[in-house]
């Protein structure tokens, strides 16, 4: 078992990059009263939206434009979409860009496509939307690695199940020497 695991073993790296949407709120507060809290409820409302709209087929035609050519060739605009995906935490302006391939440099260069494509395209998609702020660039030290399926877990299991069958294996060999006599 744990050496077919390890021949089926796949690595994929994750890199991730933080995008901001919000409205300038000094703004709002000089031409609205009461208007800070119902701008800043609104854009934290808008978080789901904006998501979708990063894991759309718009921002992947745009962000495979931004790639280097050799990226191009490899990606088509739908495997940019499949390995792109994007998280909103509750009550927060700021959203996760995760794209998970399995070359970690792929992985980098397409979440910083994809972020900025996004930059581009929200404002022509979403023209009340607010502000687009990219924090910091992904980059190769911050990509995370994950390898499936994990050979110790297969050999835990290969080992369980083996100590069972030597139990079960043993318990009829005793139970037929019991009754043979």
Same mark, same amino acid.
């Given at each position: 078992?744990?050496?077919?695991?390890?021949?089926?073993?796949?690595?994929?790296?994750?890199?991730?990059?933080?995008?901001?949407?919000?409205?300038? $709120?000094?703004?709002?507060?000089?031409?609205?009263?009461?208007?800070?809290?119902?701008?800043?409820?609104?854009?934290?409302?808008?978080?789901?939206?904006?998501?979708?709209?990063?894991?759309?087929?718009?921002?992947?035609?745009?962000?495979?434009?931004?790639?280097?050519?050799?990226?191009?060739?490899?990606?088509?605009?739908?495997?940019?979409?499949?390995?792109?995906?994007?998280?909103?935490?509750?009550?927060?302006?700021?959203?996760?860009?995760?794209?998970?391939?399995?070359?970690?440099?792929?992985?980098?260069?397409?979440?910083?496509?994809?972020?900025?494509?996004?930059?581009?395209?929200?404002?022509?998609?979403?023209?009340?939307?607010?502000?687009?702020?990219?924090?910091?660039?992904?980059?190769?030290?911050?990509?995370?690695?994950?390898?499936?399926?994990?050979?110790?877990?297969?050999?835990?299991?290969?080992?369980?199940?083996?100590?069972?069958?030597?139990?079960? $294996?043993?318990?009829?060999?005793?139970?037929?020497?019991?009754?043979?006599?």
């Amino acid at each position: 078992m744990g050496y077919s695991a390890k021949k089926r073993k796949v690595t994929t790296y994750t890199a991730n990059r933080d995008v901001v949407i919000s409205h300038n $709120i000094e703004r709002y507060q000089a031409n609205n009263e009461n208007g800070t809290n119902s701008v800043v409820n609104n854009d934290i409302n808008m978080m789901p939206t904006y998501k979708d709209i990063v894991e759309n087929d718009i921002i992947a035609k745009q962000a495979r434009k931004n790639l280097p050519k050799k990226l191009r060739a490899k990606y088509s605009t739908s495997d940019i979409q499949d390995v792109v995906s994007a998280k909103v935490s509750q009550q927060s302006l700021v959203m996760d860009v995760k794209v998970e391939t399995k070359s970690p440099k792929d992985s980098v260069q397409i979440v910083n496509a994809v972020s900025q494509s996004f930059k581009q395209q929200l404002p022509k998609l979403q023209p009340g939307s607010g502000q687009v702020t990219l924090l910091a660039r992904a980059n190769k030290n911050n990509v995370n690695s994950t390898t499936k399926p994990s050979a110790k877990k297969y050999a835990i299991v290969g080992l369980a199940l083996g100590g069972l069958l030597g139990l079960i $294996i043993s318990l009829v060999i005793a139970t037929v020497r019991t009754f043979g006599k």
